[in-house]
């Protein structure tokens, strides 16, 4: 029972949070700065004016999320952020370049660790609660206390999303990339990227309850 009710509240919070983060990001998505730069023009800009020109910007086709990879100082932008020119996409470009300023490298490292720890063990955690369902209990409850487990590193995760939300609303404001009017928008789709790393499992809850209901 323990575990049912543990899925029941993981799922709630994961499908509140991807349902209002989606709401907002419609609507910004076709709103655009003055400026009218791309993601990867946001970024370089960002590098240049900190004459870190030894940074790599590339394109991966993956959309699982934007990283920086300190080990071989290159940021790889997903393709809607790297080509996208709307609001949206130059918060989230700003925001992975606000790890790129980082002092304390080990920073980004465990952003990232922590992205692949919630990609990987979301769909472990489901595989296992789905074959578990069918097969064998023991597995099933294995599965939930891995998703359990995602979802706990979601929430360490805020801390570093809180924090580097702060640093890319300064960062946007100091580099003048936006207005005063636009930085308003900015700040509202920062609260909301807050909140991002709950919903990234989602998905998987969804698809979840269908196979235990």
């Known amino acids: 029972m323990i575990y049912y009710i543990i899925l029941a509240v993981i799922s709630t ?32 800009h960002i590098l240049d004016k900190n004459n870190l020109d030894n940074i790599y910007i590339v394109e991966k086709k993956s959309t699982v999320t934007n990283e920086y990879d300190v080990e071989h100082n290159v940021v790889r932008l997903d393709s809607k952020t790297f080509n996208g020119e709307s609001i949206f996409y130059t918060v989230k470009a700003a925001f992975i370049s606000g790890y790129v300023l980082e002092k304390d490298k080990t920073i980004p490292k465990l952003y990232n660790i922590f992205d692949k720890i919630i990609y990987f063990g979301s769909i472990f955690g489901v595989l296992s609660t789905i074959i578990g369902t069918l097969i064998w209990k023991q597995l099933f409850y294995l ?6 487990l995602v979802f706990i590193i979601e929430i360490i995760s805020l801390i570093f999303e809180v924090k580097n939300a ?3 609303y300064e960062l946007i404001k100091d580099e003048k990339l936006a207005n005063k009017k636009e930085l308003e928008n900015i700040r509202v789709i920062l609260n909301i990227y807050r909140l991002n790393k709950l919903a990234s499992i989602v998905y998987s809850i969804i698809n979840l309850k269908k196979e235990i209901s």
């Open 13 to 44: 919070v994961s499908i509140a949070t991807y349902l209002y983060i989606e709401k907002i990001s419609r609507s910004f998505k076709n709103t655009y700065l003055t400026k009218r730069l791309s993601g990867f023009d946001v970024v370089k």
């Open 143 to 148: 599965g939930v206390t891995l998703l359990l």
């Open 166 to 168: 702060t640093s890319t």
